[in-house]
């Protein structure tokens, strides 16, 4: 008996874990938000102070609220260490480059495959994890706690979530006026508050089944056909899909280092007024490919087919080929190919292979499509690796590190900023040159030929102390949603088409975005559809009838 009333005296009540646990959350966990909070112009001075203090207070009342209403008894400790982990993982990635937390975040991380996993793995990580989640963990599962009557467990728990909400209603109304103003004027905050961010941004990826219809999927495009001109000889069109690539890295666009010499031996025009429909992978490449524009598709109730299909229904033979971690459902009814696994390749080497692979073979995979569907056209769309961060140096073979010294870590924050710069400026010249390669292929082709490529988004390396990408849009800098686009024409499609290249001199500084991808392609390929709109496309204007 004397043992067990020892025990009992050491044991903690089950409020207090709660209490501290979450204490600790709102300090360290939480300094990505309080650095930039502090930072404000607005919140300075002694009302500055107490608008911190009355914040910090309502975040910790409203955290540890939460985990009394998830951590009933035994569930408490599993709730608790769920929490620590989720805000030891997302201040790590917060701090380390810039990002935060929200739906599309967390759409890219299930996303993800083991090889972009292993790219963010490093020594930092491992430390930032071992004090903001290993220590914690191990304090929470070794304190013993008190055993409590259902009775008073039940009043305990709902004392402790009054309380809590009573303490966020009167901190709100004692700061309301100024955090109404700084919530409003600085969006980026609310994503910033740990580990809440990570919690409703889950919460709104698992929603998506009750607020969007994901099993079905709505025909489009059905009154699809092709409209050539008499005589026309089937278009060869090949789409590729940069992958991280910002608009402004472009010697051709202007970018005062030379990261494009192949690129400016051809003739091309690189448009340089794009927008992306997104910030990540996850958000563009659907988007780009939809026919319903970056607003639209974001409030979609359905999903629907895409670009390819009605290209597909059109008749044209359409290939996927990815060097990439998939088409995030875009090529789910074409034929496609994946070059990721080769090992045999003399592109491929370190676990992974270089853009240039896709293009072997290339020939031989367009043979294996139908007869019927080639002889109206092919259509190819190369899903490049490209400047996939965020370790740059795996993205370019030896010879196209010009520039140096280059980063050679995947925590860029160890690298000085020139050094990252370098690092993704050597992916852009190998892209140039990929795209070089590209252009050449398709003069030995003996159809009309056109390459467009288009990045998906672009990236931030290091301004304002922001890397990689994934933002939210409404508070994206322009590194991460201004990508290039450019197009190359055979002679015989220009002529063929009645389209001079030329003329597209005149768009590359007019504003355009991602929605003209759709219905431009279709032009392209000389689809007529309902759904095509003339306005949108990027090549319309130039056509001679």
């Keep these: 008996m004397t043992l ?5 005296a050491r044991a903690t009540h089950p409020l207090w874990l709660s209490l501290l646990t979450t204490l600790w959350l709102i300090t360290l966990p939480n300094w990505p938000l309080w650095r930039q909070v502090t930072a404000l112009p607005e919140v300075q001075g002694v009302r500055g102070a107490l608008f911190t203090a009355g914040m910090g207070v309502a975040i910790w009342a409203l955290i540890h609220m939460l985990t009394l209403l998830l951590g009933w008894a035994r569930l408490l400790k599993p709730v608790l260490s769920l929490l620590v982990i989720s805000a030891a993982s997302g201040a790590y990635f917060m701090l380390s480059y810039g990002i935060v937390i929200d739906a599309s975040m967390i759409t ?9 996993a292993a790219d963010l793995l490093n020594w930092r990580m491992a430390l930032a994890l071992l004090i903001l989640a290993v220590l914690p963990l191990w304090l929470i599962w070794r304190t013993p706690l008190k055993r409590l009557g259902w009775k008073r467990a039940l009043f305990t728990q709902l004392g402790g979530i009054a309380v809590s909400a009573l303490v966020v209603v009167l901190c709100l109304m004692a700061i309301f006026q100024d955090f109404a103003s700084i919530m409003r004027n600085h969006t980026q905050l609310r994503y910033l508050i740990n580990p809440l961010n990570s919690l409703y941004a889950v919460a709104s990826v698992a929603s998506h089944p009750f ?11 059905q009154d699809a056909t ?7 000889k089937p278009p060869l069109i090949v789409l590729v899909l940069g992958e991280t690539a910002r608009m402004a890295n472009f010697g051709i666009n202007g970018y005062e280092r030379a990261t494009t010499p192949r690129l400016a031996q051809e003739k091309v025009v690189s448009l340089r007024g794009v927008t992306s429909c997104g910030t990540s992978t996850a958000a563009s490449v659907p988007c780009m490919f ?21 290209l597909q229904r059109a008749g ?32 491929c080497d370190g676990g992974e292979c270089h853009d240039e692979v896709m293009l072997d073979k290339l020939g031989e995979r367009i043979a294996q499509l139908p007869a019927e569907q080639r002889a109206k056209g092919v259509v190819i769309v190369m899903h490049q690796m490209g400047s996939h961060g965020p370790a740059y140096y795996k993205r370019t073979p030896a010879a196209f590190k010009k520039f140096a010294p280059e980063c050679q870590s995947n925590a860029l924050q160890d690298c000085e900023r020139q050094q990252v710069v370098n690092a993704f400026d050597n992916t852009i010249l190998y892209t140039d040159h990929f795209l070089g390669q590209t252009i050449n292929w398709l003069k030995h082709q003996s159809q009309p030929a056109v390459m467009m490529y288009v990045s998906d988004h672009g990236e931030s390396l290091g301004e304002n102390n922001i890397y990689l990408h994934g933002l939210p849009y409404r508070v994206a800098p322009q590194e ?15 002529q ?22 759709f219905h431009s392609v279709l032009g392209l390929a000389g689809v007529n559809t309902s759904l095509y709109q003339r306005e949108l496309d990027v090549y319309a204007g130039c056509r001679r009838s």
């Design 480 to 494: 991460q949603i201004r990508v290039p686009w450019i197009t190359w024409m055979s002679d015989s499609y220009q």
């Design 211 to 221: 607020r969007r219809d994901e099993k079905t999927i709505v025909p489009i495009g």
């Design 316 to 347: 044209l033979a359409v290939l996927w080929v990815d060097n990439q971690s998939g088409c995030k459902g875009v090529c789910d009814r074409v034929h496609s190919a994946s070059t990721t696994t080769l090992k045999d390749s003399p592109w």
């Design 108 to 116: 890219n991380v299930l996303q993800t495959d083991p090889r972009e």
């Design 4 to 8: 067990k009333r020892s025990s009992s």
């Design 226 to 232: 092709q409209q050539l001109p008499a005589n026309a």
């Design 290 to 310: 939809s026919h319903l524009g970056r607003e639209d598709f974001d409030s979609r109730k359905h999903n629907y087919e895409n670009l390819l299909d009605v």
């Design 496 to 517: 063929q088409q009645r389209l001079p290249l030329e003329c597209l001199r005149s768009k590359v500084e007019q504003a355009l975005t991602h929605d003209a991808y």
